[in-house]
Structures are given as structure tokens and as C-alpha cells.
């Protein structure tokens, strides 16, 4: 028994319904793209949806700011994107930081890190 | 001595006051002085010749526009005498800008004059083509109305008037003379004894909230809530309603569209949508006039605005909705028979102040006497201080300097070096003085500097006042309001999930589909 | 008790545009580049955009706001920009004396060889859409919101209601949700999204929040603090339908995210002449304004979806008017908006030159499948066209030659 799921397109400001119909994981036809982009995006959307992650985190000492941004390296499944920001509402990072460092080591099952998107000294 | 009620009429009576030697008290339910109707008032000193013969309204009128002079110099608020312009928009307008013309003149006004079609082109020239007939009054002044009261305000305690700001007043109560000074006096007479909660205190013991507050003589000039107060103290007014106005500000870009205020004709129960410079260079159009059944009622309404503009575009033809940076809504307090009612309760030494819609601005300073003198009929003593100080040092107003003058202030003094508001260019240094001079909100800080009230309302300067008013006064930001009351900023962050043991309560990130 | 000090080029402002432009003037050969930002820190509005997105054309890979910036700081300082902080600018005139105030200098008045506007814009307000009903606290815009999130660490309540759907206020509602605040809903007047397709994917469908199009705020309900909002559909004509029955809705903070508003009040002292339908300066091929030596970039001349292409944009203004003594000569060819153009930068074009020049329009309606024309001399096809996208053009210089002197009508067609 196969089954439909519904994406939005997100190439360009069109923004084409398309469509996946599949029996579990396995893909059987994907209609409603206009391009070879929407295509591929809605197989992977289906197949392995992925998302950078950027949040904010505590800081403490930093000079002007009081939340540090961050982000995960690489995007990471988007099932695991709550599981990340639960562990990062926990944290507090101590200034000074620099761009790039990592403030959550392994933050995913397959061992992104989360690190800072910005230089702070401290106050 | 108290007095109850802390908008324009209760600061010009409490500042009128503390000319003598009295302990006086201003019972004020709002966060600062002139946060009700005054706010939101027109701020036009009207020239003299609205008000009929025989009502308090017109004597009062022009009385109080001859005083605002002398206390704009004291006080340092902003006011000009801008001259207004009652213009004829149908041919049925002209007996009224005679009638209006005659009885100025009967009580002496200067200077009223008829213009023609080619004065009014040259000296209005933005104004509608169709109008060929104006009155000209030149007596007329805009001030800003916040301003007023809060240099009234601050100029009476200066000179030792106490200000319950936050107090709204539950009850009161006439009671048989007991030892108040605890000097054995006890021979003049009942006493009041006024309850007032002290707002924002939330969660303390209801003891702990109110306040008493014991005073020989009482001025009620609640505004709105005036037959409210006069009810507690069983001296009933007469019916009152209240008539909502709606207000527009532009933006700058506008300045000098009108020179002078624009009238279109009166009708009996208003003096219409006007077209008003702004002692601030904006320029403000309205007001509406609606009855409203709720006293607390100041929400613009589509109708309101719909209606502002569509009559501005008789009067002014190139203004529009575009321009539009700030709206606002303020209720004028009506008595029965549309006149003032300034008068002495039948229980005594209680002076009511009622009904003072237009021209309560121009007349408070005029209504300010008038109570005193009823006072002193009633037995209070008016004897002047030696120390009275009438004036206030002239506040900063760095963006109205010139460059020449912000170049030596900035020399001379660090805390004029940092803008804090980029619209109207307000510095640091005027944000700290205004936090001194009493300012304990946004609104407060906002109606005092102008930060926040240009053309980006506040999106810009908003963290930065509030982190200045956390500074000075030592609250955290979660505590600073916008006026007052439950008007809160912002909130904290919630409690990470390990210090409050909870599961679920914070992620909201596992709302995530997946 | 001021001082006089002398620069090549002075930028005004430090965003993405100034620093941008300061670069550009380092690179088209000025000795002294001063940037003036009011801030501690250069960096404008990136540093508050937390959110990855930026920087896909210009660095061929994808930052956060916070990332582009330092790039560009980083670039700056090394090329020598002198990065004035904390400085104010009080006033511009027309002869390229700008006044500055800062803690550390008090007022300084700087004669330019050039000077380059980068003041970016300011959000609309509450009263620019005449949102009816009471005035209580809790109503701000999306931008200031962030700023409170993003840096300040405090939250602008716990259940907001966010009214326009460009993308800050799509990347508002995710934010609030990561943050522990609930977003009812997203609310546009508009007929279509105003955000991109990619933030209406991933800040609302990934976390089920829903965007009610053709929908507005009627009416703010609420004494002290917002109590709640009432939304109402609207017509084609972006009024209430008649008789429609608003929806209450109960929140504590409605967030306004309905658009942008180029900051040319400093412009404006300098006697340029300004464009209605970008609300910014009218500027020549080089980015100049119509007061000789004044440039200007960025979203103080035309609102950008992009902050690449203000990279891009403030690149050629700052490299300009680094060679703004020398003697140029002036573009020939007038740009005029026809039919489906809703704006148009720059202005005039040079057919004298030899670089490519890059042209950046919004169209008035969404379209599939049209053609840009260029007067009757150039033509190109695009797929889609959409009023929320810019449409970048490039015209390459032996294609310019073509282009005769006089006005040059842009236009859309099936």
C-alpha cells in the first residue's frame, strides 16, 4: 500500500507542491517539480531530512552580549534538532570565545559539533 | 492638603499650591503625573475667544492663555504662541467666525482678525484652495502637555509637595478631628482620611498596599474618575460622560505644512479636527470626539482614523496617511451643560474639579487660582514661603542646539557625546537628568526627551533606555514598564530543565514535526 | 571645541553595506577610509541574524549573520579601514563635511573627498499600518524582538502572535519557538508569503506553525500589556471582508514584521534627490547619488533580500568613490520603470564604459515565464519573477555599447 507525502519546494520563490509517493522508505515516483532541483530535494527531504542548527546559548563574562550564537558544523537530522537545543538550554559557556569553537563536542549520534558563530571577550 | 488627581489640572493646583506653607499631597493612580488624558491632549493654549459669555469655560479660557507665558519661562517645557486660524469651509461657517470674533473681543482678546483669500494664500499656503475666509487669532500657543505636568510636578516638590504616584484612591472617609500634627491641634474642624492602593505591589499584604493618608482640605481632580472620587466622599457630581479623542502624529518630513494651528469651524460639542504644529516640529492631526461608556477606554479605531484623514483633506490637502508615526487616543471628561464645574462640596473644605474638557489645558493655570482662592474661602491659610522657587533649571534638548552649541556641550560634558535616540538625536546625558527629574518608565522617559517618540517609535533607542533606567534606578530590566502596571518589557528566559527538575516545561523545541 | 580632520572616503554606518564599501575604497586605491557605526561593535544588523543564509554568493558557502560579519571586519582592518565605534553621525552636507560625535573624541567635523551613506533602514511601526484598538505594551517589531533574544537574553513574552510573513518574521517565529516562547501564528495581509519558500519550509512547517494568508490584525486588546489580538480575513482590496467575524486570539506580544523603510534623514540634509518607489536615493552606474561625491549602498537605497548582492552593491559604491576626485564622465542613458517594474537601482547607465554593470529590479507581480526587456535592444528570460525576490541583471559592456543615449524603458512581458 503505498503512500503520499506533500513538500513545498524551497529552489526558488515558486515554490512547487510536490509530492512522494512511497511504500515506507522506499521511494515509488515523485511528481509535481519543475526542475531536476526540485526533484532531488524532495528525495532527500524524504529520505534524510537535514537542518543547520543555530540557536543561542548562556554567556557568561562577555563583553556587550549576554547569549553567545551557535551552530551545529554541519546540518544534522532533523529529528535530532530538539535534542540538540535541549542541550544547549542547559549550558553556559564562559567568555572570551572565538569563532569556530567547539561548545557542545558530538552534539549528534553521528558526532556533529555545535560550535560558536562568533568572537566575544570578555568584559 | 491633598489633591487627587495628578493630570495638568492637578500638577497646575499643586504646584499652585506649594507656594505656601502647606503639606500638600498629590494622590496620582497612574505610574507618573499626566499619563491619562493630559498625554494624549491636543496641547493647543486656545486664544481666548472660544468659550461663551458667562461660562467658567470662556472666562477661564483667557485668563489661563495670558499665564502660560510666565510659566513656560519658569518651567522650561516647550510652547510657542503659533497663532491659530478658524477657517470657513461652507458659507453658513461665517456668522459663527463673527460670533466667535465679537465675543473674543468682548473680553479683550488682541489681535483677532478676518483674512482674506490672498492672506491665507500667502500666509497658509497648504491650505485647501476652497477656503477664501479665516479667523485669525494670534494669541493662540501649542505647548506639549506631558511636559507641563511634569515640570508642575516637579517644581511642587521641589518646593515640598509630597507625589503618591501609583496610588489609586479606594476610599474616603470624613472622620471628627483627632491630634494629626500631634501638636494637641485639634480644634479645626473634620478631617479626611483618604485610602489609596499603591498599584504594581502585587503579592504584598493588602496592609502593606494601602496607604492612608489624612488631610483638612481635598481638591478632587480625578479627570475621568472624577465623580468616582467625589461618590467615595459622598459629595455626588452631577452626570458625567466621557468623549473619546483620537490623535495622529506625522512624521518631520511634514514641518511647516501649517505655521499655525487650523480650525475648521466649532460645533457645539466639539472644536473639530484640527491641524496642530507641534511645539516638536511634527505635526499632529485631530482629535475625534465619540462618547464612550468605558472610562478607561483609549484604543484608536479604524473609523477614528478613517475619519481624522478624510477631514484633514479639507483643511490641508497634501497631508496623508502615509506620514503617520504615531496614534493615540485620550477621553475628555464631560459635565452636564458642557461647562466646567469648579466648586466647593456642600460637606465642606472639598473642592471639586470636574467636566474640564477643552479648554481645561489653556485654563489650568487659571483653574489652579481659582481653587486656591476657594480654599481660602473654606479657611485654608495661604501664607506664601519666603523660599519659594518658581523656576526649574532649563533641561538639555541637544538636538534642538546648534551644532556650534552641541559642540561645546560635547566638550564640556562626556555624557552629551553618546546619542541614545537616533530619530530626535537625544543623548545620554538628557536620558539620566530625565530619570532624575522622576521619569520611572519608557513613557515616561519618552514623553520627557522625546527618545522614542520619532519616526521609528522607539525600535532603535527601546533596549538602550531600558538598560539606562535599569542603571540608574537599580531594578532589573524584567521590572522596567512602559507605564506602569502590568506593562511589562520583557520576561526572563525559563529556568533551565536541571534546575527546576521538570521534564517538558522548557523544549519547545520538541513541538519540531518530524 | 570641535575638531577638523580630513579622510578620502567616509562611510556612515557599519553593516553589512559600510564595511562592504570600505573595502571597496581600499580597493579602488584611497589612502584614508574612514567607517563610522554608532554601535561598540561594527556589524550592523549580522550580528543579531544568528541564522545561517548569508553569504551563499559572494563566499560560495553558507554563514551565520555573526560569521559574515567578522569575515568582513576582519577584512576591513586588515585593509587598513580606520573603524570609528561608538560614533554618531549628526550631519552631512552637501560639501561632504560630516559631523560626527563619539565618548571618545566629542564633536568632530571630517572633510571628505567622498563620502559613502550605508545608514541602512528602520523597521515600520504599529502606526505605519494603523493597527486599531489600545496601546498596551507588548506590541514591537521583529527586529527589536531579536535584538532582546539574540543578544540581550531576555524574551518578549511567552506567546506571540507575529503579524507579516517576510523573512524576519518567519526567522522570528522559529526563534521564539527555539526559545521556549509559543507562536500561535504567522499573519500576512498579503495574498502570498513574503518570506522565501526555504524559510516557510523550515521556520514554520518544521515546527507547525501556521501562516493564515490574507489575514490581518484588526484590532490590539489589552490596558498595560497585550491581552490578546483579533484577526480578521481581509479582500482583494487588503480591506476586512464586510461582515467577516474576527477571531480573538489570546497572546501576550504581538510581533510586527511588515517591512523596511530606508533611513535617508541624514541623506536628505545633503540635498539628494530621492526615489519614491525605492524610498531611497536616485544614484548613477557608480552608485553616486545626484549630489556629486555622495554614494550611497545598501538598504538605505533600495530594500535587499540578499545581503550578498548589498555586499556586492557596496563594493562598487565604496571602489567609486575612492577615485571620486578624478574627473568621470557622466552615465547617458536614463533607466525608466514600464510596465511591471516596481523599482529599479541604479538609475542611469554608462554605454561608455568598459564593465559589466549590474542592475537590480522588483516587479510589481509574481510572474512565470516573462521576459526583461531593455528597450528594444536587450532582452532576457526569466523563469519566474517574484516581488519579494530581487532580479539581478548583469549587461556586459559590448552589449552597454548598443545601448543608445536618452531614456532606456525597462519592462516586463509574457
Known sequence: ?123 | MAVIGGGVVGCAILRELSRYRLRLVLLEKEAEVGFGTSKSNSGIIHAGHHGAAGTLKGRLEWEGNQMWDQLAAELGFGFRRCGELTVALRPEDLPVLQQLKEQGEARGVPGLAFWDKETIRREEPNLHPAIEVALYAPTSGVVNPYEACFTLAQNAAMNGAELLLEHEVVSITKVEDRDVDGNGDTGNGPLFVIRARRQGGEGEAERVRVREVVARYVVNAAGTAVAQVAAMAGAALPPIIWRKGEEYLLDKRLVGIVKRTIFPCPTPTSKGILVIPTCDGTIMVGPTAHETRHSDDRATTFDGFSEVFAFVQKLVPAISPRDCIAQFAGLRTVAEGEDFIIETAPIGRFVQVAGIQSPGLTAAPAIARMVASLLEDEGLRLTEKDDFRPTLPPPVRFGQLSPEEQAALAAAHPEYRCIVCRCENVTEGEIVAAIKAGARTLDGLKFRTRAGMGRCQGGFCTTRCMELLSRELGIPMTAITKRGGGSWIVTGRPVPVGDQGAEGEMSSANHMRM | MQTTCACDVAVVGGGPAGLAAALGAKEGGAARVVLFDREKEAGGILWQCIHAGFGLHHFKEELTGPEYAQRFLDQARAAGVEIMTETFVLGIDADRRVRTLSPAHGMQVWECKAVVLAMGARERTRPAIHTPGTRPAGVMTAGLAQKLVNIMGFLPGRRAVILGSGDIGLIMARRLTLEGVEVEGVYEIMPHPGGLNRNIVQCLHDYDIPLHLSTTVSWVHGRDRVEGVTVTPVDSRLQPVPGAKGRFISCDTLLLAVGLIPENELSLQTGLALDPATGGPVVSSTMETTVPGIYACGNVLHIHDLVDYVTEEAMVAGWYAAGAVDGRRPDTIRLVRGPGIASCVPHTLSNRVEREQVIYLRVRQPMENCRLHFGEVFERRLRYAFPAETVRVTIKPEVLAEFPDGDLTVYLSE
Open chain 1, 1 to 123: 500500500m503505498s503512500e503520499v507525502t506533500n513538500y513545498l519546494c524551497i529552489g526558488c520563490p515558486i515554490g512547487c507542491r510536490l509530492t512522494v509517493e512511497h511504500e515506507g522508505e522506499q521511494i515509488k515516483d515523485i511528481t509535481g517539480f519543475a526542475c531536476r532541483r526540485g526533484r532531488d530535494f524532495a528525495e532527500k527531504e524524504h529520505t534524510d531530512p537535514r537542518r543547520v542548527v543555530t540557536t543561542t546559548v548562556t554567556l557568561a563574562g562577555g563583553q556587550n552580549i549576554a547569549r553567545l550564537p551557535v551552530k551545529s558544523e554541519k546540518p544534522v537530522r532533523k529529528s535530532e534538532v530538539p535534542v540538540i537545543c535541549q542541550k544547549l538550554q542547559n549550558m553556559v559557556v564562559q567568555a572570551p570565545v572565538r569563532i569556530g569553537q567547539v561548545v557542545l563536542p558530538g552534539a549528534t549520534s553521528d558526532g556533529i559539533n555545535v560550535v560558536a558563530t562568533r568572537h566575544v571577550a570578555t568584559s
